[in-house]
């Protein structure tokens, strides 16, 4: 029922208004007249003032209040909409069509759909019309829609999410047509709410089956709010290797924002900001990040736009890799097109960073370039490997690089073992004893070769090429390409981690025409990707761990890419769904996302292939307009307001404010509630009721914490103090400075203020660390915490007195010689009584393990150091470990080195286990790391860092101060943090 802009949704409750004049007759209501009886005693009562008087009868305002509190409730109880007819004139006899774009441009205000979806059903139930709820991005293969009453329909809503690929409009059309044909049903009302972008689906024939559905009832489409539309992003490589970001949008108002990148890890490594004007359709951005952390950056994401368009996953192909140049032969620098690196140089100086040797000495020129941590190391007709240089490469290639190698008049005549397959001696060329009678032209890639898909031009032909010998021509050898009579032309073959390359042809224009196509390009710009970042590095623990990440080229092993992690709608990184399939590696970049294919990494969990919503090339076309004779609606006036909470609400105000007026009226009016001797209870009550008013006029305002620290200021303990008597001083008590030892100044110096130590080492540029770091923590610690640090103290672990100290920094020397057994014993007891020790080997940039505390160069020396100590059982720090959440929330401790293990105490399961050292309120007694804290925590007078981190930069120093942090935390407070995390389950055995 309905009153202009007022309806009621149970208008038979507006009945019980008909019983307002019996309250009105029950609150005017008195009690009879007294009878008065004659009674002489009470003639003493004569003259005396009563100053408790009672109303004869109820005040007509008193009783104004409870009328309207009566009136206001019955009003809420029939629920009344304001502006009602606003939600949609749905007119029509059929049921009311909820016709959703769900695509992942639906996602950034997916929470105005629903709300708009729930208005539409709300306005289909009060009519008693049933519901069709339609996604036009389903979720499955073969979408069927259901006719539903209002309430199944609202259990349909709450399923319905974005999905991360495109509505396919055209089937969700098909598939509400095939619904309404089987139900019988015709003249539906159908609200289309649209994305406002185009999708390249024929918008204007969807709008037409859809008015054509509708018959006599409605078809409206609610319109996009402006400034609202979904943008999009898509991450390419610029000039020069750089990471750019195409920010899309359909047009409108001017937008402005900002695109983050972030790693693996979600830890933001760049931001850079956009703006797109008024009618703008895209506009780009730049990240100037090193080569380091760029190749880091996992994904790019706009900020505050939630939707799987927003987001561009980056892979080995967006990466910007290092490639080394060497070739057996000078530069041709009068003749540069003869040169061997010549087209190599020009194939991949768009797509990668190049090392290039300059000394013509082979061994110097690869420890020149592998200075420079490439991941593909490229050799131009270099004959044979051998002796140290051959060793080099070879542990290039195990710990993942990629080695591709050019023939040439060297290799035809000689080899060696760093090449995917052995040669026959001599090679074949046009009109040679081994010849063909005319170039050979190449035939198509195979399905496993990672140049599949790439188009072969027709005039590549080749002249000349050393042979593979069809005898080693094993299961194991790749064969990538081949010529049109099936000679091998590149092959491959694995070796450790990585991979071994050969072309059968040079590297310029003396055996064929292939360098100077474009095809040589596409293939090299592959090539290029396919090493592992980092397999250069001159110490890396990875070479000889079983356990290494496989390299990138483990994703061309497989013609098919199974999904490994898809993105939602929203954008975050989910399971694959089930009706996720593979997809051939050849056609991952033609491939559109949809609900067989969503967006995410395929392939090998080591290096994944990624699928993206949008490529560069994407453009976002506005939705068209539609005819005049759709009724067009938006968001804003779409709304309407439940008036129901409202009225209750100034009802119990009203019902809060009787209750007071009441007790007023009793205690004599507002004078005789604040005089000397109010009723019994009544100033109390009146009080709660003011305050109870207050809230509930106020709602907003309340907060469970508001609330100023001088409400809680402790009481002063010198004025406490003062009232107790205190004792006579004897002169003879005072300690004057000028008597202390040193040992005793130095101790009161330590337990004046938070002091941590360091163990003095012998070796100066060690200790200077040590103390710049310890110097450089604190002052953080002074800036982020409450805890004040004094000046980091030297200590010599044989005389001096550790007992002051709540941690100790302990860096292990590879000299380290053995303890006596009287400081074993000090620092025994020093662990056991709660003081934390952390060893550091700082070795791991130099060779230390990530698995095992007492691996590496000064592994041994911790050994010695160790070996009558009573060290309890060691584990690497577990994620739910309380030092991971002492201040901050942290997954890792790096140093001036990232990779390292932090390892700590172990609490065993068995309490009775008596080898362990006695956790002392919470706090491990040990710690051992390789990452060397103390360098990535120096500071120099003017708060400039002295060492750099590696490889994270400032982000990972900055992860290491609060990694320090963290212990420094963890060894004042124990296991308070432990008890915290665990407030809800100790109430709850508490009983409380």
């Known amino acids: 029922m309905s009153f202009g802009p007022l309806a009621f949704l149970n208008p038979w409750l507006l009945a019980a208004l008909v019983t307002l004049p019996i309250i009105y007759w029950l609150l005017r209501a008195v009690p009879p007249r007294p009878t008065q009886i004659q009674f002489p005693p009470t003639r003493i009562l004569v003259g005396l003032d009563n100053d408790e008087k009672t109303a004869e009868k109820t005040p007509w305002w008193l009783t104004l209040i409870r009328l309207i509190a009566a009136t206001l409730v ?36 997916w929470p105005d759909r629903i709300a708009m979806i729930d208005r539409i059903i709300g306005e289909a139930e009060s009519k008693g019309r049933p519901v069709i709820v339609a996604g036009t991005a389903a979720a499955t293969r073969l979408p069927v829609l259901k006719i539903q009453s209002p309430a199944e329909a609202r259990s349909t809503a709450a399923a319905l999410v974005p999905e991360p690929f495109a509505p396919d409009r055209g089937a969700a059309t098909d598939a509400l047509q095939k619904a309404l044909d089987e139900a019988g049903v015709k003249n539906p009302s159908i609200v289309w709410l649209q994305d406002g972008i185009d999708h390249k689906s024929d918008v204007a024939g969807v709008a037409e089956k859809l008015a054509d559905m509708a018959g006599n009832g409605t078809f409206a489409v609610l319109d996009e709010a402006q400034g609202r539309e979904a943008l999009g992003l898509a991450a390419h490589l610029g000039e020069k290797g750089k990471l750019e970001a195409t920010v899309l949008s359909p047009g409108g108002p001017a937008r402005a924002g900002s695109v983050y990148a972030y790693s693996a890890r979600s830890e933001r490594l760049g931001e850079a900001p956009f703006k797109l004007a008024a009618g703008e359709r895209s506009t780009t951005v730049v990240f100037e990040l090193p080569l380091e952390l760029r190749n880091q950056v996992a994904r790019l994401e706009i900020a505050s736009e939630r939707s799987a368009g927003t987001v561009s996953l980056i892979d080995a192909a967006t990466q910007w890799h290092r490639v080394g140049l060497l070739s057996g032969e000078s530069r041709e620098e009068a003749q540069p097109l003869l040169a061997p690196l010549y087209y190599i140089e020009k194939a991949l100086k768009p797509y990668a960073d190049l090392a290039i040797a300059k000394n013509a000495n082979l061994s110097d020129g690869l420890d020149a370039v592998f200075k420079q941590n490439i991941s593909v190391l490229m050799l131009a007709d270099i004959g044979t490997l051998t002796g140290e240089t051959a060793k080099k490469v070879d542990d290039f290639v195990q710990r993942g690089g990629l080695l591709v190698r050019f023939a040439g008049p060297r290799l035809e005549k000689a080899g060696d073992d760093l090449l995917p397959v052995a040669l026959r001696s001599g090679g074949r060329s046009l009109g040679g004893a081994l010849s063909w009678s005319t170039p050979q032209p190449l035939a198509g890639f195979d399905e496993n070769s990672p140049f599949a898909g790439l188009a072969i031009p027709k005039d590549v032909t080749i002249n000349r090429q050393v042979l593979a010998d069809p005898a080693e ?327 001096d007195e550790i007992a002051f100290y709540p941690v100790l920094y302990w860096p292990v020397l590879e000299t380290a010689e053995a303890l006596p057994d009287a400081v074993i014993a000090k620092i025994d007891a020093y662990m056991k009584e709660g003081g934390l020790i952390i060893f550091d080997t700082r070795d791991y940039g130099q060779g230390g393990s990530s698995t095992l505390p007492l691996a590496g160069k000064s592994g041994s020396a911790l050994q010695r150091l160790l070996s009558k100590l009573d060290v309890p059982p060691l584990e690497p720090v577990p994620e739910n470990h309380v030092v991971t959440k002492s201040f901050y929330l942290l997954r890792s401790f790096p140093g001036r080195w990232d990779g390292g293990q932090l390892w700590v105490e172990a609490i065993p399961n068995n309490d009775n286990d008596t080898h362990k050292a006695r956790v002392s309120d919470g706090v491990t007694s040990i710690m051992i790391t390789s990452n060397d804290l103390a360098a990535a925590w120096a500071l120099d007078e003017r708060g400039r860092p002295i060492y750099p981190t590696v490889p994270g930069g400032e982000m990972q120093r900055e992860m290491a101060f609060r990694g320090g942090i963290n212990i420094v935390m963890h060894a004042l407070t124990g296991n308070y943090k432990a008890d915290q995390v665990h407030v809800p389950a100790l109430l709850e055995r508490l009983g409380q």
């Open 473 to 799: 021509l094993t299961p194991e050898i790749e064969i990538w390409a081949r010529l049109k009579d099936g000679t091998p032309l590149v092959t491959a073959a694995k070796h450790g981690n990585g991979r071994l390359v050969l072309f059968h042809v040079t590297a310029n224009s003396d055996w064929s025409n292939l360098p100077m196509s474009g095809l040589f390009v596409d293939m090299l710009r592959r090539l290029s990707t396919m090493g592992t970042i980092g397999a250069a590095a001159a110490h890396n623990s990875a070479a000889t761990d079983a356990n290494t990440n496989v390299s990138a080229t483990e994703t061309n092993d497989i013609n098919v890419l199974a999904p490994i992690r898809t993105l939602d709608g929203f954008g975050a990184l989910r399971t694959p769904p089930p009706t996720a399939e593979p997809v051939k590696a050849s056609e991952l970049e033609k491939t559109a996302p949809s609900v067989e294919h969503p967006p995410g990494y395929y392939g090998q969990p080591a290096s994944p292939r990624a699928l993206n919503v949008l490529t560069p090339k994407s453009t976002l076309i506005p939705f068209p307009g539609l005819p005049a004779s759709v009724t067009r609606l938006s968001y804003d006036n779409g709304a309407s307001t439940a008036l129901k909470p409202t009225l209750l609400g100034i009802a119990l105000g009203l019902l809060f404010a009787d209750i007071l007026a009441v007790l007023v009226l009793q205690a004599g009016g507002l004078g005789g509630l604040f005089s000397r001797r109010p009723r019994p209870g009544t100033g109390a009550a009146a009080v709660l009721a003011l305050a109870a008013l207050a809230a509930t006029a106020f709602p907003e305002n309340v907060r469970a914490q508001d609330f100023s620290p001088q409400d809680f200021r402790q009481p002063d303990i010198q004025q406490l103090d003062s009232f107790a008597p205190r004792p006579p001083m004897d002169s003879t008590q005072v300690v004057r400075s000028g008597n202390l030892s040193a040992a005793d100044k130095a101790a009161i110096e330590a337990t004046s203020k938070v002091t941590i130590g360091y163990v003095v080492s012998g070796d100066r540029t060690t200790d200077e660390t040590s103390r710049a770091g310890l110097e450089g923590l604190g002052r953080v610690l002074q800036t982020r915490t409450a805890v004040e640090p004094g000046e980091p103290k030297p200590v010599d672990i044989k005389k």
């Open 74 to 109: 019955i009003l809420a109880l029939a629920e009344p909409i304001l502006n009602p007819s606003r939600d949609a004139a749905l007119s029509g006899e059929g049921p009311v069509v909820v016709f959703v774009d769900n695509g992942w441009s639906s996602a950034s205000r």
